[in-house]
């Protein structure tokens, strides 16, 4: 049980021990029914396959636990399914397949809905950018080194905390989610069943296996970093400016000193992104992946994208409810007219483009996609 | 819930919410006991407020989220505690406290068991060494760069895995874990109930508030970084001998390959030492902590500490593992006689060093300093 | 003087004080040019701007030091040049500029010339793969944790080497380094001279400006990951298997064991790493740069930058240099034919995505774009 | 050439090439000259070698650069070293001696005189924390997560700036630098004249040779990283006070706004500070150095830890000067008595601990250790 604040309800549902083992049976059924498809396994076995992963596994954690005596989750789970298959479907489960194909894929998977999730975050924090118009004209200090340097309007800082926000949405939605499947040594590639089997789990069929190259893994990971920097650049900057009374937002209380106004969805949006930064090295610095198949930097990895996943969504979480209750105190400065001017153009241009990304919901499932295109 | 590779049983017992809200608790009732000890509040109100933190509290959970609302868990755990006490003994709970001073003293607690822990399971992983002997003389050929070197026996091995436990050991047992307590601005010291209050807890007396400075805090995740790069460079040296054949170990399987004797628990010291210094960089390498309170690299610590536990748990666990089921494959080598013998009295020093410090259980707690000395 | 073994001659002749001073020029000059061409300065301003620019700064490191005396180098340069210009063109020196345009508008040059060196190393590794054909079919034995696994053929191994590196020079070429302009507070932007100057740079003209949003430099920093991560699995590679004589290369000498064959290029390629991942985690997980100018987050690139480039470079030099004496010795086992012909498949789709990349040279600096198109 | 504001102009001197190759022939030197004074070799080849290695190198930086040619800067030393001896004197010197033990060695002696200088710029920043007498009573308001607290005097501050460079110091001064000596494996230890050349080298004989356990030089980072820590927190708190004009420092310039006042030493102090830890982590958070000597993870110290040196002292060199410069602005608070006592108490006891710290000169090296018992 991690602390709540680092988390957010959904995503926590997202990598529970239940959702990992169900993500492993949905990986083992759909290869089997793609086999089938193209005719690698029989259809009857694929049909046995399915039936027995759709049922619930009834000790999710305990399965955890077994697999670190065998080495992976796959193992004991492939025990299970056997015992609860004909000899005949058996032998066609897992057909040509590694334990690590079932492991990524799976954790593919949970990515998607990850994605899925931090997108709707970040679409209703920039929602909440977007709902302070009353503000924009409100004359403001900027400060560059924390000192006071030239007076400008709120549509400044608007702009500024708004424009990378659509970027960093963007790159969320432009990443691919690959299918493993290299089998033992990363020999199998380029099957047509693979292509079924992606096409069915709305993943992207990459050519060459990634058993050892996990630059897939690391490109979902520095998108996450993207939007988790923008949250806690925001996040940041609101903590300072409320230190004066520059803004203010929903406080939180204090049992020695009644009158504090605490930030405390801004100091959670940081902690939670002080906490994503560390466990992300753990990924995007990790050690090579050795030879063939990883002595632990592969299995760090179990460990540590849900919890990347949990602290990232948590630090969006955050400063969205922060900007939800945001409030702008005017400063006492009058704008230079020019400068009124060039912020209020920044801010049209950067709500022009923002406004049509945030209004969209994108799909990263097949879930997801076959709702939006029915 | 995070993969139980990642921690072990005890540990994750030591982090549940309850434990943590149970501290709390416990930190709660120490000072108003203290304080009344020292004549600062009444005696009858140290009594009521012992009794009521003294009962479970029902949805740790809860608890949790709720400090978020307000800023910390122990806000609503005030207002808990205030409910079910006299308006008389509630004017005394809590007296001249901060947040931080109950929320820093209840870790410090959680932290005592943590390395009591740890202590066992590095001592159960040199007990294991130590009971190396047959293969004491057996020749290897040891490697610099990899790369085949000179002759030796193992004994020179032995040696080296095992001097620094026994350093990480002492660094272990040297550390000390410090009261907070300083009030709202970290200007309260040196008060007789603090004393008072430490020595109920068996914690240090630190005279000078740590809010803001957190080496205590660091000094114990250095420590713990000790042990866990001791676990790291064994777990790490026996899945490189066992690649070869130069040692065995209990082995997992493998869905693909029957014959495969992956080295299951060195991989998992390896995954989990990985994620143990990514963690622990979130607090050692933490950004300052600001003025008088931390807006969030405080808080990281609310999530990164346990996970640093735990990962620190398990990388020692998995390598006692490992060790514990130890075989040493004589390699096909004489060993010229000065080598033999320089290993075998570098060997026999470092267990003379080791085996009193392995023998003996230190008392880290109040609990275990009560039976040791009893 | 850093270690010579952690940069290549070329990389550290792009981060000389020296060259840094001359890029802050080059900029300075430009600026004046463009705001010539567009009409906003007098031309007989930019033409004496210019001329000063072009002359060599004689006393560099003495500039960076005088810098930090007043905050950045960009201060104690411009006093220099308005002491060298008449007073009507110093009236139209650095208009409406801020030090932070200059000094991330030079860094910019600067990568771009570490991104054309590192795909010329990148290429040269490339290259010495695939040189490797009298290889391609030599048996080897794959290893997954270490084990061994199964008997493929060498060309699965150099598939698996060759892709992610055509991919990560992909990654590179794909990158693009933009201007900064934002003037004081980042209210500046969209200017018809920002685009002349940039075209003049042949640099990108990014519209919103990035004195706090620091992705720009964070994906080159990311791009450069992931080649140094493709080096270094390679580079592990072949220290763990030349330690049982599965490949030899250039070795080094030992002072104390004469038979030793050291792998000293893949060493060299693996420290590297390790320090550039180590410098890179400064710039891409910094703390926030806040408000409107960052204290001190900003100022660290100017120190890591180039020591992440030099660390880049030598970790791709090395692993160029490894791959160039790189010889197969064959294992004795004997390859399954549908196993031997689909690691020769892979590697021929590999390798025909490789080719017309390893082959091309891709500008990225003016000069080069020139050279190409000319 | 790094950039000026990441270094010092002493620490710089510690670790340029000819210092570097000067540790080297100082340790063999010192070898061969303990050696012989315990009987292992004649006297005529020491002071042969002796006089040999005495000589100014010619062109370190070649050295460095041919070291990578053959694996270690040792080995064309050794050559070169035996090109100027007699026969008989050149089969005496490096007697049983491993390249690690002489760059281990060399960098412990470069690491006492790193620990001399940061030790004289934590004195001198801490005198000028004493040296703010005139200010020590005057009202200031504290703050917690940046919000506005309680009102109380700087002395409150003063104690908890002061008190932790105390413990920093103190630490800094109980580190040991092991002389290092192992052999090719490992397995020399002991010998009489180990301690002999620890002694002539103001070196701990560490019984146990250390080529692969790190914790002797990660002990030095940590010892080194706390102060960092210190001075960063400092650091950090007078840029956020400067930024209200709480307190006032000496200022940097600005190109675009004449008004400015930036506080550029507390800026480069949490520059340094960010490159710093990034780099210490590339020693503290390495992967294990694998069976008996390592392939990388060794070589990366000779990058990183003249830069982690030199960021140390650039971080509290800043600092220092910052607070050399340092005035206090009186907030238009009143302070409770019972407040202002207490501050003052606390910065009384803090006061009289680091009093006599900050007036010793502590020995580092022999020749400052001869000089203090002179």
């Known amino acids: 049980m991690i602390d709540p604040g680092f988390t957010t309800v959904e995503m926590s549902a997202v990598f529970t021990s239940a959702e990992r083992v169900r993500s492993l049976l949905r990986v083992e059924a759909t290869l089997a029914r793609s086999q089938a498809i193209d005719g690698v396994i029989p259809a009857a076995a694929a049909d046995e396959i399915e039936r027995v992963c759709a049922a619930e596994y009834l000790d999710p954690e305990q399965l955890l636990v077994d697999g670190w005596e065998q080495g992976t989750p796959v193992l004991p789970l492939l025990d299970y399914l056997r015992g609860n298959l004909s000899a005949e479907s058996a032998a066609h489960l897992h057909y040509l397949a590694t334990t690590q194909d079932i492991v990524d894929t799976a954790m593919m998977l949970q990515l998607q809905r990850t994605f899925s999730h931090l997108d709707q975050l970040a679409c209703s924090a920039g929602r909440a950018l977007q709902q302070q118009q009353a503000f924009r004209s409100t004359p403001i200090m900027t400060r560059?080194?924390?000192?006071?340097?030239?007076?400008?309007?709120?549509?400044?800082?608007?702009?500024?905390?708004?424009?990378?926000?659509?970027?960093?949405?963007?790159?969320?939605?432009?990443?691919t989610f690959p299918l493993q499947f290299g089998g033992a040594i990363g020999d199998r590639f380029g099957q047509k069943w693979t292509l079924t089997m992606a096409n069915q789990l709305f993943l992207h069929p990459r050519f060459v296996p990634w058993h050892t190259d996990r630059t897939p893994v690391i490109d979902l990971m520095q998108a996450m970093a993207q939007l988790v920097r923008w949250a806690a650049k925001v996040a940041n900057d609101l903590v300072l400016l409320a230190s004066n009374g520059e803004v203010a937002m929903r406080a939180g209380g204090s049992t020695a000193m009644a009158h504090k106004r605490n930030p405390i969805d801004g100091i959670r949006s940081l902690a939670?992104?002080?906490?994503?930064h560390a466990l992300a090295n753990a990924i995007t610095t990790s050690g090579p992946h050795e030879l063939e198949r990883a002595s632990g930097a592969w299995h760090a990895e179990w460990f540590a994208i849900p919890l990347i996943a949990q602290t990232a969504a948590a630090t969006v979480d955050a400063v969205g409810r922060a900007l939800a209750s945001l409030t702008i105190a005017p400063a006492d400065v009058v704008v230079p007219p020019g400068r009124a001017e060039s912020a209020t153009e920044l801010a049209r241009v950067v709500f022009e483009r923002a406004n049509p990304i945030l209004s969209t919901q994108h799909p990263y499932t097949k879930e997801e996609n076959e709702r939006l295109t029915a």
């Open 144 to 175: 560059t080194f924390l000192q006071p340097a030239e007076a400008s309007s709120y549509d400044l800082r608007l702009a500024h905390w708004l424009s990378p926000l659509t970027d960093a949405i963007e790159v969320l939605r432009s990443q």
């Open 272 to 276: 939670a992104a002080q906490s994503f």
